[in-house]
C-alpha cells in the first residue's frame, strides 16, 4: 500500500508521496490524479532526500510528464517536512530540477506551516510574439520562472475561451517543450493583477505559482506595474515581492493539508 498525503495551494491541488525505489512516476501520476479513477489531483509531488538540501521535490503533470518546478507545490512541501517532522529548520533549501530553492516557513497559532515564502530566483523575461488561435490572435511574452510561461495581456482574462485558447498557446512552435499559458490584466493602482492559468500537461488550474511569478515579472518589465505585486488567481492571492539585494522573486501564499490515506500501488 502507498501512503499519500493530498494538499493544495490556493486550489493547486497535489498528491504528494515520499520516494520509494523502483517507481515508475510518470505511469503513477496519471494513475493517481485521475479524478475519476484515482484520487484526483493536478500533480504528482515525490519527496525524496538530497545530498546538499533538506529534500528533493519531484513534481509530475497530471498527464505523466515531468515538470523543472511548481511554485504552489513547493509551498506544500515545506509545509509537509515541516509538519511531519522531516526538517526542523524555519528556512529550509528544497532541491528541484530547476535549482535549489529556499523557503522561509510560517506558522499558525496551531503549530503547523501557514504559509510559505519562496525565493523563486531570477526571471528570465524573453522575446515577445504574436501568436494565433481560434480565438485570434496574442501578443505572449515570453518568461521563464523555473518553467516555461508565455504571458498574454488582455483586457478581461475571464471572457478568454481558456479551453480553446489555452492549448493552442500552449503547443505553439516558439516553445521546444510547450509551455504554462498566462492571460492577466494589470489594474489601474499598478499593484495588482488578475489572472487565468493554463497549465503544460494538465489544463486550467485555479492557481499557479511559478505562473504568478511570470506574470507579475512580465508586468513590470512591460511596464505595466510595480513590485510588489497582488496576483489574483481563480484559487486566491499570491504575492509577489523582489529581493533588492539579489532581485530574486519573493512568492508568499498558503499551503493546506486536505486528508492523507493509502492507496494500492
Given at each position: 500500500?502507498?501512503?499519500?498525503?493530498?494538499?493544495?495551494?490556493?486550489g493547486?491541488?497535489?498528491v504528494?508521496?515520499?520516494?520509494?525505489?523502483?517507481t515508475?512516476?510518470?505511469?503513477?501520476?496519471?494513475?493517481?490524479c485521475?479524478?475519476h479513477?484515482?484520487?484526483?489531483?493536478?500533480?504528482?509531488?515525490?519527496?525524496?532526500?538530497?545530498?546538499?538540501?533538506?529534500?528533493?521535490?519531484?513534481?509530475f503533470?497530471a498527464?505523466?510528464?515531468?515538470?523543472?518546478?511548481?511554485g504552489?507545490?513547493?509551498?506544500?512541501?515545506g509545509k509537509?517536512?515541516?509538519?511531519?517532522?522531516l526538517?526542523?529548520?524555519p528556512?529550509?533549501v528544497?532541491?528541484?530540477?530547476?535549482g535549489?530553492?529556499?523557503?522561509?516557513?510560517?506558522?499558525?497559532?496551531d503549530?503547523?506551516?501557514?504559509?510559505?515564502?519562496?525565493?523563486?530566483?531570477?526571471?528570465?523575461t524573453g522575446?515577445?510574439?504574436?501568436?494565433g488561435?481560434p480565438c485570434g490572435d496574442?501578443?505572449v511574452?515570453?518568461?521563464?520562472?523555473?518553467?516555461?510561461?508565455?504571458?498574454?495581456?488582455?483586457?478581461?482574462?475571464?471572457?478568454?475561451?481558456?479551453?480553446?485558447?489555452?492549448?493552442?498557446l500552449?503547443?505553439?512552435?516558439?516553445?521546444?517543450?510547450?509551455?504554462?499559458?498566462?492571460?492577466?490584466?494589470?489594474?489601474?493602482d499598478r499593484?495588482?493583477v488578475?489572472?487565468?492559468t493554463?497549465?503544460?500537461?494538465?489544463?486550467?488550474?485555479?492557481?499557479c505559482?511559478?505562473?504568478?511569478?511570470?506574470?507579475?515579472a512580465?508586468?513590470?518589465?512591460?511596464g505595466?506595474a510595480?513590485?510588489?505585486?497582488e496576483?489574483?488567481?481563480t484559487?486566491?492571492?499570491?504575492?509577489i515581492?523582489?529581493?533588492?539585494?539579489?532581485?530574486?522573486?519573493?512568492?508568499t501564499?498558503?499551503?493546506?493539508t486536505?486528508?492523507?490515506?493509502?492507496v494500492?500501488?
Amino acid at each position: 500500500m502507498l501512503h499519500f498525503t493530498k494538499m493544495h495551494g490556493l486550489g493547486n491541488d497535489f498528491v504528494v508521496i515520499e520516494d520509494r525505489a523502483d517507481t515508475d512516476y510518470h505511469k503513477l501520476a496519471r494513475r493517481l490524479c485521475d479524478r475519476h479513477r484515482g484520487i484526483g489531483a493536478d500533480g504528482l509531488i515525490v519527496i525524496g532526500k538530497d545530498a546538499v538540501a533538506d529534500c528533493r521535490m519531484r513534481i509530475f503533470n497530471a498527464d505523466g510528464s515531468e515538470a523543472q518546478m511548481c511554485g504552489n507545490g513547493i509551498r506544500c512541501v515545506g509545509k509537509y517536512i515541516r509538519d511531519n517532522g522531516l526538517c526542523s529548520s524555519p528556512t529550509p533549501v528544497i532541491a528541484t530540477m530547476s535549482g535549489h530553492k529556499k523557503l522561509c516557513i510560517k506558522q499558525g497559532a496551531d503549530g503547523t506551516v501557514e504559509s510559505v515564502t519562496v525565493d523563486m530566483g531570477l526571471p528570465e523575461t524573453g522575446a515577445q510574439h504574436t501568436l494565433g488561435t481560434p480565438c485570434g490572435d496574442f501578443s505572449v511574452t515570453e518568461v521563464s520562472t523555473g518553467n516555461p510561461h508565455g504571458v498574454a495581456f488582455v483586457s478581461d482574462p475571464s471572457a478568454i475561451a481558456l479551453g480553446v485558447a489555452g492549448p493552442a498557446l500552449e503547443y505553439a512552435g516558439v516553445w521546444p517543450q510547450k509551455a504554462n499559458i498566462e492571460f492577466a490584466t494589470v489594474d489601474t493602482d499598478r499593484h495588482t493583477v488578475y489572472q487565468r492559468t493554463w497549465e503544460r500537461g494538465v489544463g486550467e488550474t485555479e492557481a499557479c505559482g511559478t505562473g504568478a511569478c511570470a506574470t507579475a515579472a512580465a508586468a513590470v518589465a512591460t511596464g505595466r506595474a510595480d513590485y510588489p505585486v497582488e496576483v489574483h488567481l481563480t484559487g486566491g492571492i499570491l504575492l509577489i515581492d523582489i529581493d533588492p539585494d539579489t532581485n530574486h522573486l519573493l512568492m508568499t501564499g498558503p499551503a493546506e493539508t486536505v486528508f492523507t490515506g493509502t492507496v494500492q500501488q
